[in-house]
């Protein structure tokens, strides 16, 4: 059963599986392409992402998607195209080493 606490007249249920759930399907969608609202363009690559899951993930991104509004994000030219991928699909989507 999951955890509880109670709190001042309240009891607390928690699932600490939900959120690596909560993950894996936003990074499935992400894989099929589904509600992607983003693309991020480094060093000549084009990956789709998740506005709200990078924003969420970065304070860079969350600061950098409240200045630009739109479907297009330019990284500078320093950021290197494969690191951001591992960073975007293992580190950000719960993802684990290969997935794209």
Known sequence: PPPMAAEAGRVQISFPQHAAALLDSLNRLRLEGKFCDVAVHVGGRVFPAHKSVLAAASPFFHDKLLLQDGSRL???????????EGWRAGGVAGGGAGTR
Not at 74 to 84: E, K, M, W
Request: hydrophobic share 65%; proline share 18%; aromatic share 10%.
């Open 74 to 84: 330019l990284l500078p030219a320093a950021i290197d195209p494969d690191a951001f």
